[in-house]
């Protein structure tokens, strides 16, 4: 453990656990630049914190031209950034069959390719501007970002997309580069997501709308009153960048873990039911 000031590049500091990470990290005396596509969202922080504590940049993750100046002021203010919390996201609402393309591709747009871009910088500032090179990536996905769930598929998908990729650089990073990767995966919190313009509702087509349908119930289900503290969850999220040794994946809420848990004795169960198939395939 350490007490030195922290430096922190947090993406979606507007609302939920951007905002929720935002404040806990000034109160205990870190450093934050918070980015987010209306930096007036942050004006009371702004008023209440120096600019040598708190930098607020303008940042759309989906301008893929705006994240390298980003991190130049980063740089330019406070010489290092020791921790990314890449958690800027948008939330969709509906069935496969139901999401026009037009709003499954703005919505992979931001949560994988916006994330995806801000990975490839972190990485590259951390090895490159860093003196010591390093730095800590934390990767917000979602519970249903590696258990799927009935009413997301698409903001599933482009959780399942952040999931892979960041396992791939986790392998890919030079253990010299001192850079370690955790992949966050939340489950059902009380934060602004379902309320604010990074959320969107699709109408349910007749076919799914029988209330007892799968699809129905997790409507339901997030548009009513989650039972998850987003402050709680960010106090623990905070605790992984003074481990030594974090873990790549960290499921947060007992029903992402619960969910963790089921899938993979499901996946076990199934390759042992069928592992033969493949055995009969290999060439002798």
């Known amino acids: 453990m350490t007490s030195t000031p922290k430096v922190w590049f947090i993406t979606g500091s507007s609302s939920g656990f951007g905002r929720s990470m935002v404040e806990l990290l000034l109160k205990k005396g870190d450093k934050v630049v918070a980015t987010l596509r209306k930096p007036a969202d942050l004006a009371d922080l702004a008023a209440e914190y120096p600019t040598s504590q708190l930098v607020v940049v303008k940042l759309d993750v989906s301008q893929s031209l705006e994240i390298s100046p980003a991190f130049e002021k980063a740089r330019q203010a406070f010489g290092r950034v020791d921790v990314v919390f890449n958690n800027a996201g948008q939330f969709v609402i509906g069935e496969v069959e139901g999401v026009p393309e037009e709003d499954a591709r703005k919505l992979f747009d931001v949560n994988f390719w916006g994330a995806a871009n801000i990975t490839k ?58 850079i370690k990767v955790t992949i966050i995966e939340p489950g059902a919190f009380r934060t602004k997501m379902n309320h604010r313009q990074n959320a969107k509702v699709m109408a349910q087509l007749p076919a799914y709308a029988d209330p007892t349908s799968p699809s129905s119930q997790i409507r339901a289900f997030l548009t009513s009153e989650l039972d998850g503290d987003a402050d709680k969850a960010t106090a623990a999220i905070e605790k992984l960048v003074h481990l030594d040794h974090p873990p790549l994946r960290l499921p947060l809420h007992k029903r992402a873990v619960a969910g963790v848990k089921e899938k993979l004795q499901n996946i076990l169960d199934e390759v042992h039911g069928y592992e033969s198939w493949s055995d009969d395939l290999y060439i002798n």
């Open 121 to 178: 910088e972190a990485v590259r500032f951390f090895r490159d501007v860093n003196s010591p090179a390093g730095g800590r990536l934390l990767q917000v996905s979602s519970h249903v970002g590696i258990v799927g769930a009935p009413a997301v598929g698409f903001y599933s998908a482009s959780k399942f997309a952040l999931e892979g990729l960041s396992e791939c650089v986790a392998r890919e990073v030079d253990p010299a580069w001192n």
